[in-house]
């Protein structure tokens, strides 16, 4: 059975940064994409980035480029997402996802089968 536990969420001044963690089970990084997606109160699920398998394909929203940076730890199992210069519209519940085995990551939600429980962010003005 495969589990995502995300972590590193937590209150930040604007300006600042905040690596965000998730470490899975049950699944091996280097074949399977794995995602970051916020949702703020009110509004929808939203994709930020993603990650091939075997980590030679990132991708990004708009608004985070140059401040957000994907990676993964294949021998932790564990992908990051590295916050820099923290927007006040950046507060969201963050969810890390895994897509399906052998396929190129994608920024639709319903691409991926498994999520975590999701951490907050808070960002002070």
């Known amino acids: 059975q495969v589990q995502l536990v995300e972590s590193g969420g937590g209150l930040v001044q604007a300006g600042g940064s905040l690596r965000l963690s998730c470490a899975a089970s049950g699944r091996t990084f280097n074949w399977f994409a794995m995602a970051w997606f916020r949702q703020a109160p009110g509004k929808q699920r939203e994709f930020v980035s993603t990650i091939s398998g075997s980590g030679t394909f990132t991708r990004y929203l708009d608004s985070v480029k140059g401040r957000f940076t994907i990676s993964t730890d294949n021998a932790k199992n564990t992908v990051y997402l590295q916050k820099n210069s923290l927007k006040p519209e950046d507060p969201a519940y963050y969810y890390c996802?895994?897509?399906?085995?052998?396929?190129?990551?994608?920024?639709?939600?319903?691409?991926?089968?498994?999520w975590g429980q999701g951490t907050q962010v808070t960002v002070s003005s």
């Open positions: 996802a895994s897509g399906p085995g052998g396929r190129a990551p994608q920024t639709v939600a319903t691409f991926y089968d498994y």
